[in-house]
């Protein structure tokens, strides 16, 4: 079994208190759901936007007020996770697999986000990241991971490093203007109802495509990296999340379009990006549509697609080679061929039931043929959740969902994987396929300003694709700090 330090109990019993409304916070105002934060990948976490940055009594949800009419924005956070789980059942392991011996991580995320409006029209936004601590087994052995907060190469620094940097340009179409909250992304407090808006630099894909306003925040609602994303968007990143674009959107009254050309890794979950778009790069489309359809309440969806071009492996090729005697096991870095494409689909929706409670999910499909190359090992992924604010309980700034999220890959995957296969997540020796199946819930307390605490548990059937290994139970802990 696990063992758990004093202080790290302590932590748990003041969370309790929180949780059941122990008078030990006061009360603030309440969030609001209804503007989706943007959003990254692992290790990329922007702060939660669904709160506003003061309430209307004393009891602000970040610890500094921030200004509605100054041109600069200056904030930044803190997210600090612990996981752990206790031995599970494993009939063999490989070099990638989530370990069956007790253990526990911490993963540590601090960011600073700065902006500066140029004109009414043209702002710049700067944002430095660290990232240390480590996850469970180093981040292998499970497609949809515990925590989104971990980089996948542990081998990677925790020094500072600068994580965006993007120019964003809005053209006015017309005259009416919609309300629009102030962030690290945006400085406008109103935006022209339509309007072409353009952004280049450095950024993450997620911040902008596949948002869901209660599926994407692990820094106040779930963990899981295909709860968070959608697991079969194999969208173009380097191992920390971010990637070089440009990006145009179109935005209506009721909807939106969305483009992105953004670099590729040069290797499958590489630190370093190719910069010779004729042969990698990725498209990535979007078309979003809101309304309020369904009993009047507010509703989101969106399809989004996308095209990567990179210097991919084929798992076809590489079971050949290993039939045929050429490599000792199947080796999908041998295979790998400039010119080589992958591409998928998702649907992502959000539904308001109540003013308290949210209905969301999404489906993915990738072709799956050429290697995971970006985010995970996912081909075909299904997940549906709810979520709820607390007023209904008294605690207006509290939060709490849950959901459930099925994922899959392809025949050619699976045999790769069957055969001694390796991925850069996955690799077990050999394979008993089964649907990796994740049942996720947590609990965020309001503790005081910008301070918040939660409580996060994992139920993962089948990690890695295999049902000879777990089921495993992952429980956490994770403090946040907005200011």
């Not at 997620?206 to 963990?223: A, C, I, K, R, Y």
């Not at 489906?363 to 043929?369: A, E, K, N, V």
Request: hydrophobic share 40%.
């Amino acid at each position: 079994m696990v063992r758990l330090p004093a202080k790290f109990i302590s932590y748990v019993f003041y969370l309790l208190l929180v949780c059941l409304g122990i008078p030990a916070v006061a009360t603030a105002q309440d969030f609001r759901p209804d503007n989706p934060s943007p959003q990254a990948s692992a290790g990329t976490q922007v702060p939660d936007q669904s709160a506003p940055a003061e309430s209307n009594n004393d009891d602000p949800l970040i610890l500094f007020p921030h200004s509605e009419t100054s041109r600069y924005w200056i904030s930044g956070q803190a997210n600090i996770i612990m996981q752990w789980h206790s031995d599970f059942p494993a009939s063999y392991g490989g070099p990638n697999s989530l370990h069956s011996q007790a253990e526990n991580a911490t993963s540590k995320l601090y960011t600073l986000y700065l902006g500066y409006e140029l004109t009414p029209n043209t702002e710049v936004f700067v944002n430095a990241e660290s990232a240390g601590g480590h996850g469970l087994s180093n981040a292998l052995g499970v497609a949809g991971f515990t925590n989104l907060d971990v980089v996948r190469n542990p081998q990677l620094s925790q020094n500072p490093y600068l994580a965006r940097l993007i120019l964003r340009q809005i053209i006015p179409l017309s005259e009416d203007r919609v309300t629009a909250e102030r962030g690290p992304f945006g400085l406008a407090t109103s935006l022209p109802a339509r309007r072409l808006e353009f952004r280049v630099g450095k950024f993450s894909l997620v911040d902008f495509f596949d948002l869901n306003t209660w599926g994407q925040d692990s820094h106040l609602q779930f963990l899981n990296w295909t709860v968070d994303n959608n697991g079969a968007y194999d969208y173009a990143a380097n191992t920390r999340g971010y990637t070089d674009s440009v990006l145009v959107e179109y935005d209506d009254h009721w909807w939106a379009v969305r483009f992105a050309e953004s670099l590729m890794p040069k290797v499958a979950n590489g630190i370093n990006l190719d910069a010779d778009i004729a042969r990698a790069r990725a498209e990535n489309f979007e078309f979003e549509a809101r309304g309020k359809h369904i009993a009047h309440r507010a509703g989101v969806v969106r399809l989004t697609s996308y095209l990567n071009h990179a210097d991919m492996g084929n798992y076809n090729a590489a079971i050949a080679n290993f039939l045929a005697g050429k490599t000792p096991k199947p080796d999908i870095i041998s295979t790998r061929q400039q010119g080589r494409h992958k591409y998928g689909f998702g649907l992502n929706f959000e539904q308001e039931i109540t003013s308290q409670i949210g209905l969301f999910g999404r489906l993915g499909w990738s072709d799956g043929r050429n290697e995971s190359f970006a985010y995970t090992e996912v081909d075909r992924t299904l997940e549906l959740g709810a979520f709820s604010k607390g007023e209904s309980w008294h605690r207006r700034n509290d939060r709490a969902g849950i959901v459930f999220s099925m994922n899959g890959i392809v025949a050619a995957h699976q045999n790769y994987l069957a055969l001694g296969g390796v991925g850069f997540l996955l690799g077990d020796g050999a394979l008993t396929y089964g649907h990796e199946k994740i049942f996720e819930s947590f609990y965020t307390g309001h503790m005081w300003r910008g301070l918040f605490a939660s409580f996060d548990l994992q139920h993962v059937n089948n990690p890695g694709y295999n049902k000879a290994r777990g089921p495993v139970l992952v429980p956490g802990l994770r403090f946040h700090v907005d200011f």
